[in-house]
């Protein structure tokens, strides 16, 4: 599958639709998921074109791994998490229900978080 220049988040990189940015550098955007589903729910993607966390893990470069990985701790400290806790999750593929295809953690926090999955049907 090829990376789809034209998904959301690609077009946030470009600036071409707003975002309420908690922190970028050259690895990494970091911003608010526009629908919440915790009192702390932030996003953080990196700023190469990797479709999910199977396709970064493979063709990222180490800086790029370690610049990622590193912001996401970042993040976590400045949106105020790190001491009460949180949760990373990133969604890969259809059974994820992955929706937007640019490799992407949430951070979610600010509050008990519950089970870690929703139960099954
Ligand atoms: P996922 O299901 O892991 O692909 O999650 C995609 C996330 O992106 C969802 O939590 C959406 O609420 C969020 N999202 C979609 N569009 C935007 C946007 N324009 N700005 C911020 N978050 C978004």
Known sequence: MAYDRNNIF???LRKEIPNKTVYEDDFALAFHD??????V???VIP???FISMDDFSQNAKPAEVQG????VGKV????????????????HGADSHQEVPHFHVHI???????????KRG
């Open 47 to 49: 700023k190469g074109d």
């Open 10 to 12: 690609a077009k946030i």
């Open 34 to 39: 526009i629908h919440p589903q915790a009192p």
């Open 68 to 71: 990622f990985f590193a912001a």
């Open 41 to 43: 729910h932030v996003l």
């Open 108 to 118: 979610v926090g600010g509050g008990a978080l519950g089970p870690l999955l929703a």
């Open 76 to 91: 976590a400290r400045l949106v105020g998490v790190d001491k009460t806790g949180y949760r990373l999750l990133a969604n």
